[in-house]
């Protein structure tokens, strides 16, 4: 090679952009998009982080670790996946439910990707099957839909007495009109009154528990949604100062202080989707990592 060909190679290399070098990590690294706020989901990062690490993986050490948050917006999801794959992610780790999976799966469907998701996977479409999710999604399926009702029903339990029961849900769920309709047939079975409130915002849940104390509700089902799983604090202490008994979908409200809940962990749930993506860093395929049911 003659010398001035030989500078003008380095030249040229030196010209690449950025994001043509960024897309080439020194480590393999870990994608996570998620639909709501960063610091309410900070707990469970935290459980997909000593998942990888149970399988090896430390951040900063032998692998990297980069988030996308739609804060709500869920139009801004597909955008944000695309920067995820453009950063030269290994794997995609999902938090939010639906949206991210639709957005994610629309993205890519070579690069793996591991879903937490409070919906039937397979209803979804997302998967084909829990036993064989095949291409490259699997992950961790809540299946809160199906408690709902177990929920109304040891609500109604605790609360023999009440005939009003509010039920508040945010219609921005993609779920929100099955959870409706499971609610609606649910509380016709169990002989209650139910009076549905919705909300999507901080403001829109102190309303919502305005309106249930006017309407005399004597007890409150708070669907199961990501939004709300951020919202923790200002339900329990709503619920607590008009001294409401509440059902709650997941074990980190009570354990937060609130009444009671009926369903699975979610920090176990994010931290199984660590391990699961951890065991596809170490070249397994998604295929071998099932859908699982917590």
């Known amino acids: 090679m003659r010398r001035r060909d030989f500078i ?18 020194s480590m393999p690294m870990v994608g996570s998009l998620g639909s709501v706020s960063p610091a309410p989901y900070a707990p469970f990062i935290a459980a997909i982080k000593e998942g990888l690490q ?5 951040e900063g050490r032998n692998v990297a670790f980069e988030s996308r ?21 290994a794997v995609i780790i999902l938090a939010g439910g639906g949206p991210t999976t639709a957005a994610a799966k629309a993205a890519t469907a070579t690069i793996p990707i591991v879903f937490v998701t409070g919906d039937d996977p397979v209803k979804s479409g997302a998967v084909p099957s829990l036993n064989r ?5 699997t992950g961790v399926s809540l299946l809160t ?18 005939a009003i029961i509010a039920i508040v849900v945010n219609p921005k769920n993609p779920q929100a009109d099955e959870q409706l309709q499971e609610l609606q ?12 409130l919705t909300a999507s915002t901080p ?16 007890a409150l089902h708070m669907a199961a949604d990501a939004f709300f799983n951020t919202r923790r604090g200002q339900f329990i202490v709503l619920s607590a100062r008009h001294a409401l008994p509440t059902t709650f979908p997941y074990r980190e409200f009570p354990a937060a202080g609130g009444l009671m809940s009926y369903g699975p962990s979610l920090e176990d749930a994010y931290q199984q989707a660590g391990i699961y993506a951890g065991r596809i860093l170490r070249g397994e395929k998604p295929a071998r990592c099932r859908s699982s049911r917590q």
């Open 185 to 196: 047939a649910a509380a016709r079975t169990l002989g209650v009154q139910p009076e549905f």
């Open 133 to 137: 999710p095949g291409g490259n999604l």
């Open 54 to 58: 149970q399988t090896g993986y430390v």
């Open 145 to 162: 839909l199906a408690m709902e009702t177990k929920r109304l029903q040891l609500l109604h339990e605790l609360t023999p007495n009440v």
């Open 8 to 25: 003008q190679l380095l030249g040229s290399a030196a010209a690449w952009p950025p994001t043509a070098r960024a897309q080439q990590p």
């Open 203 to 218: 403001k829109e849940i102190d309303a919502a528990f305005a309106s249930l104390v006017e309407r005399r509700a004597g």
């Open 69 to 89: 948050w739609a804060e709500g917006q869920y139009d801004r999801l597909p955008q944000q996946a695309i920067e995820l794959i453009n950063r030269g992610v």
